[in-house]
C-alpha cells in the first residue's frame, strides 16, 4: 500500500511501500514495519505479503485534519476493513462516494483507485487494520456462497467501487481476537503462513456472517436515531474502560444519557450480546492474551481482570474456551 499525501502546501509525500505483483503472489510471507514522519502527521505501519493476501495495520496520529490522498497501481484487491480506535470520512472524487469511518466498525470494500479527500479528527490516535484478498481470489472463494455475497463478488467482477454494506457493523470481540492473533504471531516460516491464511479467511467468515444477519434482520429497532447508537457505543467504551469495578445498568444508562430499557435492547441490538454478557467475554479473551504472558501468574491476572477469585477466574474461563487457564498457557 503506497498512499500519496498532500500537504497544505500541495507537496506530496508517500506514506506505506508499494508490494509488486510477483511479491503480493508469491508462498512465503513477506513484512515490513515501517515509522513515517511527516509535517500532517505521524505514523507506525506494518505490511503483510503472501499467497494473494496484503495484511496491513497501524497507528496514526494526524496533525492536520483535511488531507489530499491518491492511490493508483495497486494490486487489484478487496479490503476486509477495521476501524479499531479514532474516525473520520473518506470521499473518493473517482466514484463520488463517501466512506464514514468509525471506531470499532468494519465493512467490506472493494475500489481500485483513489483519487479524494481524507477528514480525521487531530491529537488522538487512528488505529486500522485491513485484510486485502487478491480479486480473483476472493472472487473464487465466495462463488458458491450466499445472494449478499455473490452479489457483491458480481459488482467487482464488473469493476464497480462498491461496500457489502452502506452501513458499518460494529466488530465483534471474536474479530478482535482474530486481528490480536494476527497482530501477534509469533510463528516462523511455512506455519506462519499457514497460520496466517486461516486466520485472514476466519475473519472474512466472521465478517459475512455479521453481514448476513444483519440483511436478514427484520424486527423492530429498539434505536430510532443515530444519536440513541452513538449512545450504545459510548456505554460500550465506558463499560470497557471500567471492567473492573463495572457500572450498574442505572449507573451506565445515566452515563450515556439514554434510559435503562434502550440501554438494555439497543446494546443487545448492536452487539447482539447483554451488557454484562459482552464485559464478560471481553475479560475473558483478555485472559486469553495476558495468558500468553509467562512473567504473569494466574492469580495476577485474575485479580487485574477484577475477578473476585482465582476460583471464579479459572470456571469463568473453563465455561467459555473448555479448558482451564492452566493448561490453556
Do not use: W
Amino acid at each position: 500500500m503506497a498512499l500519496n499525501i498532500y500537504d497544505s502546501d500541495d507537496k506530496y509525500y508517500v506514506v506505506g511501500s508499494k508490494f509488486d505483483i510477483v511479491q503480493f503472489n508469491q508462498p512465503l510471507v513477506t513484512e515490513r514495519r515501517d515509522k513515517y514522519s511527516f509535517p500532517f502527521g505521524d505514523a507506525e505501519i506494518v505490511q503483510i505479503a503472501f499467497s494473494g493476501i496484503y495484511i496491513v495495520y497501524g497507528d496514526m496520529v494526524v496533525k492536520q485534519s483535511r488531507l489530499r490522498i491518491k492511490a493508483f497501481d495497486e494490486p487489484d484487491v478487496v479490503e476486509l476493513h477495521f476501524a479499531l480506535t479514532g474516525g473520520g470520512i473518506m470521499e473518493n472524487y473517482l466514484t463520488n462516494k463517501r466512506l464514514d469511518i468509525k471506531a470499532n466498525q468494519h465493512n467490506i470494500i472493494y475500489s481500485p483507485d483513489f483519487d479524494g479527500m481524507a477528514e480525521f479528527d487531530t491529537g488522538g490516535p487512528h488505529k486500522f487494520f485491513e485484510v486485502n484478498f487478491e480479486r480473483s481470489r476472493f472472487i473464487d472463494l465466495t462463488s458458491e456462497s450466499s445472494i449478499l455475497l455473490k452479489n457483491f463478488a458480481e459488482n467487482i467482477m464488473n469493476s464497480r467501487s462498491v461496500e457489502i454494506s452502506s452501513e458499518n457493523l460494529p466488530i465483534t470481540l471474536a474479530m478482535h481476537s482474530c486481528i490480536n492473533d494476527i497482530m501477534n504471531c509469533h510463528f516462523t516460516g511455512g506455519l506462519k503462513l499457514l497460520f496466517l491464511q486461516s486466520k485472514c479467511l476466519e475473519l472474512l467468515a466472521l465478517q459475512a456472517q455479521a453481514f448476513e444477519e444483519a440483511a436478514k434482520k427484520t424486527e423492530k429497532p429498539a434505536l430510532k436515531s443515530a444519536y440513541d447508537k452513538e449512545r450504545i457505543y459510548y456505554a460500550r467504551e465506558y463499560l470497557l474502560a471500567n471492567a473492573n469495578h463495572p457500572p450498574s445498568l442505572t449507573e451506565l444508562a445515566k452515563t450515556a444519557g439514554i434510559n435503562e430499557f434502550k440501554l438494555k435492547h439497543g446494546f443487545k441490538e448492536v452487539f447482539k450480546n447483554t451488557v454484562f454478557g459482552y464485559l464478560s467475554d471481553y475479560k475473558l479473551m483478555k485472559a486469553k492474551e495476558l495468558l500468553a504472558d509467562s512473567s504473569k501468574d494466574i492469580k495476577h491476572i485474575s485479580d487485574e481482570l477484577g475477578y473476585s477469585s482465582v476460583q471464579h477466574f479459572s470456571n469463568a474461563f473453563s465455561k467459555k474456551f473448555g479448558i482451564s487457564p492452566g493448561k490453556a498457557r
